[in-house]
Structures are given as structure tokens and as C-alpha cells.
């Protein structure tokens, strides 16, 4: 799942497309609309974070000119502009949410998460796939179990297709890192090992005792499916 974000300030840039890769998106910068525009026509992202005043194109006519042709794609405007005629005008031609500067990483992930939500929502029609008596949504972003619903990020996610295409066989420790992290990203075990204990966390009755992630010592982890 790729997000395109636009902003002309080199350093919000650099902080929004970090966090938002720590979610375990991938991301398209732009520094100016016209880059934006010519970004999201090569490869059509599934969110877009996009400042306002920026040189080229402002972000409301990047808005306008996806809106013409894609009215589903979730358009978030990220903006020091704070008067209520520029939520309205962003709102207007379209846009999914507001959010003024200065933000926090937390505001801002939380936001791109429930857009996301909404433009694919958990319901019968959309894509799942089931893990012990876990259900997972990944384009909403959610796992479920009978009437709970859990919140996952991208990499967990990610981790969790990963071990319900190996169903049954031991998934090692690098192909973790390079497919649910990136070749260009140089984590180590022990990150594989905490975003583990904290997804057993979420999504295990019993952590102590998984029955969806289970450690293969020496190896990995496998999720045995006739469980």
C-alpha cells in the first residue's frame, strides 16, 4: 500500500514520509504539485497527503485534478492554513480530512488509518483472509474475532499475509525483514522479535500460548493452519 505525500518543506517531508514508512507503507514524495500530479498519474497510491500552498500546482488543484478522474483515492490535506474557508473549500473539492499544522505523528497516522477504513471497509465484500478463528481485513486495516475489532498497522499486516501464504511451513527471519520491512531498510532481529510480541499481544487468546504465530526455534515463525 503506497501514500504520495506533498509537501514544498524539505523537513516535514523527510518526518511525514519516516513515520508513515515506520507504519510499514510505502512512500512517494513530491516537493511541489506539478510532482505530485505526475507521481500519482505513474503510480496511482492508495492515499494522498497533500500540503496546500506549494510552488507549480497548489494542493487544492492537485485535489481537483485527481478528483476528475479517481473520486474514490483518500485525499488528505495537510496545512498551516488554518481559517475555516480553506476546510471548507479542501472539503468541497473533495478531500477526505483536514489537519492543520503543527500535528503529531500520532494525529497524523490516525487519520490516514481511518481513511483508509473508510475507503475499505470491513464488510463481506472485501478482501479477507482467515487465521484460526481471526479474521483479517488488510485493506481496512482491522482484524476480527466474533465481535471484537482489532486494529493492526501495515507491517502487521504485512507479517500476517506473509505467514498465511506459508501456511504450515517455517517462515525465516529475513524473508520477515526484506518483505515486511524493504531491502532498503536494515532491521534486526530483535525488531522482528518486539513487533512480534506486540502483535501476539493483539491478536493472540493467549500470548503465552500462540496459536497464530508460532516461534520455529533457529528459524523463524510459521502459522500452522490445521490448528
Known sequence: MTILIADDDPLTLEALAACIADEGFQTLS??????????????????????????????FDVCRRVRATDSAVPIL?????????????????????????????AEVIARIRAALRRAHPADDKGRRFTMDDLTVHPDALLARRED???????????????????????VARDRFLDECWGLDYFPDSRTLDQHVLMLRKKIERDPANPRIIATVRGIGYRFEASR
Open 30 to 59: 513530491a516537493a511541489d504539485g506539478k510532482q505530485a500530479i505526475d507521481l500519482w498519474r505513474e503510480h496511482r497510491p492508495q492515499l494522498l497527503c497533500l500540503d496546500i500552498m506549494m510552488p507549480e500546482i497548489d494542493g
Open 148 to 170: 471484537k475489532s482489532i486494529e493492526l498497522t501495515r507491517r502487521e499486516v504485512l507479517m500476517l499475509e506473509l505467514l498465511h501464504k506459508n501456511a504450515g511451513l517455517p
Open 77 to 105: 490535506f495537510l496545512s498551516a492554513k488554518n481559517e475555516e474557508i480553506d476546510v471548507v473549500v479542501g472539503l468541497g473539492l473533495g478531500a477526505d480530512d483536514f489537519i492543520r499544522k503543527p500535528f503529531t505523528r
